[in-house]
């Protein structure tokens, strides 16, 4: 059995300027000294770069630091790299005078280890180029979240030529050149191998460019600001916590019954496409799920049965085309069956008569559903049928099936928040808008990111591993908004995990499946 609570709230995504108050805050009202913020972040930095890079064998880096708070702590982490054994050059992008007080502290403490600090402008392109290609890692501190505009001047030749040489680089809380609200990126801009942002994250990782210069590995550093002055900070998006997934899975009471972790229906499968009933149907088994039916057209139910001897199969009416048809949910339950959740729409096909059965079971069927696939775009010809269901529905739509529920109006991925807020309210659905930063929105408003996941998972059957996942979170008892938001989490992870064996290239929705236990061990999950 699930774990039944509210919403989770996730960690916040604040903006720029939220930010900035949050610092001021803690500087003024709780008198914690610029001076320390500054050294945690660069300590923060520092071991990010160690566990990127390897503690074992120290290298040679190239540390970049601007004239702000991004700057100084740049000069403490190469401060603590020194410490570390690395050998590194220093460039500073601005005069000495123009440093904070905090950042000339911190300047002048990393000279007392003999380590010397270069202002770029003396430094002709082609030696920066040259020690860059030499160095094993590069740290971007050049800029910080308040950018905007376009990069110019030796800050963005040196940008231009970390692009060039290919040297991976560490950000300090935003890739310079990425706008920290908007993502947008205007001209130059670090394309960082991982960011590691102060306190809580900002927009712009996530949006426009930024998710792509931010890097795989996003690292959110804990400066230890007051709990009071973060739970009053505005915020309009959150990123899935792993802990609050990790909480939703109470250890299994030693008494337990297949019933009392769910029991899940899922219609799916058609001529030529019963592996997707398969998939999904063995990736709700792995996530936890008591029991669970397929109903599947008479014709592949077969197939079905001996691919996957753990699930219970039913052979249903089905059309001339192969697909399951109307009238199918009424002689299941004339069959007294009983799921706690329903899952639709893995290789259900597009004939109209499974166009009927969608519609008539996202208006009656009484218990929680997810709908995907197939089934998105049979309710894209009638979506708001959806606010009047009879029970909670979660919606999985990949950006075209987006598309077409809004009725073929397109939208950019600068729009994609607000696009899934505004359907889920309207609609009263949580939707789960897939795709690079996959987004889970729930009809209170609540908006959270996904930063699980890699391009391994653009493969045929990823999304019906999903919906299976969903699904048995969902027949589990588990809160809608949590069930979504925790499969699309161990849903990449588990595509991590894999991609630690085997190249992303290779990866099949197989591979996430036999992850999955893995994936929720790593979290705690007994």
Not at 27 to 43: D, H, K, N, T, V
Not at 120 to 141: C, F, H, S
Not at 195 to 219: H, N
Not at 377 to 382: E, F, G, V
């Amino acid at each position: 059995m699930m774990k039944k609570t509210g919403e989770m709230q996730g960690i916040k995504v604040v903006s720029p300027q939220v930010m900035r108050q949050i610092d001021r805050a803690a500087i003024e009202e709780f008198e914690i000294p610029g001076s320390l913020l500054m050294a945690r972040a660069g300590q923060a930095v520092a071991e990010a770069v160690l566990d990127f890079y390897g503690r074992e064998i120290p290298g040679r880096a190239v540390v970049l630091a601007g004239k702000g708070n991004n700057g100084g702590d740049a000069l403490v982490a190469a401060r603590h790299l020194h410490a570390a054994g690395w050998s590194e050059r220093v460039f500073l992008f601005s005069r000495r005078s123009e440093l904070s007080a905090a950042a000339a502290d911190a300047l002048a403490e990393l000279e007392e280890t003999g380590t010397p600090v270069e202002e770029a402008g003396a430094v002709g392109r082609r030696e920066m180029t040259a020690a860059l290609a030499a160095a094993e890692l590069a740290v971007d501190g050049i800029f910080g979240t308040g950018f905007r505009g376009k990069m110019r001047g030796a800050a963005a030749e040196v940008v231009e030529d970390l692009i060039s040489v290919d040297t991976p680089v560490v950000a300090i809380d935003i890739p310079s050149g990425v706008d920290g609200d908007s993502g947008e990126v205007s001209g130059p801009a670090v394309r960082a191998a991982l960011t590691v942002t102060m306190g809580l994250p900002k927009p712009g990782l996530f949006r426009g460019e930024g998710l792509e210069c931010a890097g795989r590995t996003l690292v959110i550093a804990d400066l230890g600001f007051p709990p009071e002055v973060v739970a009053r900070a505005p915020s309009r998006l959150g990123v899935i916590n792993p802990t609050e997934v990790a909480g939703l899975f109470p250890p299994r009471p030693l008494l337990s019954h297949k019933n009392d972790f769910g029991h899940l229906l899922l219609l799916a499968g058609s001529v030529g496409m019963s592996g997707a009933a398969v998939l999904a149907a063995r990736a709700s088994l792995r996530a936890g799920v008591g029991l669970v039916t397929v109903g599947t057209p008479a014709s592949v139910a077969s197939q079905v049965a001996t691919a996957l001897p753990e699930a219970m199969v039913r052979p249903l009416p089905e059309s001339a085309a192969g697909t399951l048809r109307s009238g199918a949910w009424e002689r299941l339950a004339a069959s007294r069956l009983r799921p706690t959740a329903l899952a639709i729409g893995p290789g259900l096909g597009s004939d109209p008569e499974s166009g009927k059965l969608v519609q008539e079971l996202v208006a009656d069927y009484p218990g929680p559903a997810v709908f995907d696939a197939d089934a998105l775009n049979h309710l894209a010809s009638a979506p708001a049928r959806l606010a009047a269901a009879s029970g909670p529905r979660v919606l999985t739509p990949h950006p075209g099936e987006m598309v077409r529920l809004l009725g073929g109006r397109k939208f950019s991925r600068s729009e994609r928040e607000e696009v899934a807020r505004a359907f889920s309210a309207e609609h009263r659905v949580v939707l789960v808008l897939k795709g690079a930063g996959t987004l889970v929105a729930s009809p209170s408003g609540r908006l959270l990111v996904n930063l699980s996941g890699n391009p391994g998972l653009a493969t045929a059957g990823s999304g019906d591993v999903l919906t299976g996942m969903i699904g048995a979170f969902l027949a589990g008892g588990m809160e809608p908004f949590n069930a979504a938001a925790a499969a699309v989490h161990l849903h990449g992870l588990a595509a991590d995990l894999a991609a630690c064996r085997q190249p992303e290239a290779s990866l099949i929705a197989s591979d996430i499946v036999s992850t999955l236990p893995r994936a929720l061990s790593s979290l705690g999950v007994t």
